[in-house]
């Protein structure tokens, strides 16, 4: 089972809103990591856990907040965030952070009002 | 400069046809990943195809093929005999070595792919 799922498909929300983006693999995979993607463009990495503990965060404003409660399960906080933030969010994971491919899941459309 | 370039932003191909989508990279590190992924316009995005700068053979996957010039750094993907399913973006991604560059997985702009019946 190559399934990485994600919750929820579509998300619509005010600047002042808090919500949150849930991944879900059951895989086995320790590494898991958050893509954004604007329309025509490609996937640009926000966030990589490996064994539950951050690695990287690639300059990603506060008002993203990731969590990883376990291995299986990865979470993005959504907080106060602006127009320009509506995007695809793409989840994937990993055997390791260094094995050969990600496998994504079909990813939350976020629309910022 | 670009990590990865795909010069196609779209092709348009006649259904049964072979295609050939092109990719180039640029890398000094001797330790690199090749990959394809195929986004559909549901999202998601598909692995196809992967190839590492140490493997001798080029990869194959079923109609999925790698033509991997090492010397030239490029990485293109054949598709053969396409199928109207097959329409979609085509993403080349390359993820170096290294402890930080192996965690990360750089993307081209992508190949709007096209398949007429």
């Known amino acids: 089972d190559t399934e990485v799922t994600q919750t929820p498909k579509h998300l619509v929300m005010g600047m002042t809103n808090k919500k949150s983006l849930k991944c879900e693999q059951h895989?086995?995979?320790?590494?898991m990591y958050w893509y954004k993607q604007k329309a025509k463009k490609p996937p640009e990495l926000m966030f990589v856990y490996s064994y539950e503990k951050l690695s990287i965060n690639e300059s990603v404003p506060s008002r993203f907040s990731p969590e990883c409660p376990n291995s299986s399960l990865l979470n993005l906080h959504l907080h106060a965030l602006q127009p320009e933030d509506s995007a695809l969010y793409l989840c994937?994971?990993?055997?390791?952070?260094?094995?050969?491919?990600?496998?994504f899941g079909p990813g939350t459309r976020l629309t910022v009002t | 400069a670009q990590k990865i370039t795909q010069t196609q932003p779209g092709m348009f191909v006649q259904e049964k046809e072979a295609v050939t989508l092109d990719c180039t990279y640029d890398t000094s590190d001797p330790s690199y990943g090749l990959f394809w992924y195929k986004q559909p316009s549901s999202g998601e995005m598909i692995f196809l195809i992967y190839?590492?700068?140490?493997?001798?053979q080029n990869a194959t996957e079923g109609r999925y093929s790698l033509n991997f010039q090492k010397a030239r750094k490029s990485a293109n993907l054949v598709i053969s005999a396409s199928q109207l399913g097959d329409s979609a973006m085509y993403f080349c991604?390359?993820?170096?070595?290294?402890?930080?560059?192996?965690?990360?997985?750089?993307f081209g702009q992508g190949t709007r792919l096209t398949i007429n019946p």
């Open positions: 895989m086995g995979h320790r590494a």
């Open positions: 991604a390359m993820r170096e070595g290294g402890k930080l560059g192996a965690q990360k997985l750089v």
């Open positions: 994937a994971s990993s055997q390791e952070l260094a094995t050969y491919e990600q496998y």
């Open positions: 190839q590492g700068s140490y493997d001798q």
